[in-house]
């Protein structure tokens, strides 16, 4: 994959790194929902506004949900991340 871009790059970048494997990209969803306020205030917003989920999501337990992941050591992180996800369609 990405042959021409390859091999455009070559001389210019270390073949090692052309042509070494893929690496992944992690997304810091705990930093997200745990330091910043940011998702938790747009996960909210996506709450109180009708939608077609608004009557399938039990908001209240989303919110409890905010607040446990906000004020504990557990992290829910990637669940609220997934029910951003689900509320954005």
């Known amino acids: 994959t990405k042959y021409i871009l390859k091999k455009a790059a070559e001389g ?6 052309i042509y070494r494997k893929k690496v ?7 930093r997200w929902f745990k330091e910043g306020g940011l998702f938790t205030e747009h996960l909210r917003d996506q709450l109180r506004s009708p ?13 409890a ?23 954005a369609f």
Do not use: C
């Open 24 to 30: 992944g990209f992690a997304s810091p969803v705990t």
């Open 65 to 87: 949900l905010l607040k446990k992941n906000a004020h504990s050591s557990v992290n829910y992180s990637y669940q609220l991340w997934a029910l951003n996800n689900v509320m």
């Open 12 to 17: 210019l970048i270390s073949n090692d790194i």
């Open 51 to 63: 939608n077609r989920w608004s009557e399938l999501l039990n908001q209240s337990a989303i919110e």
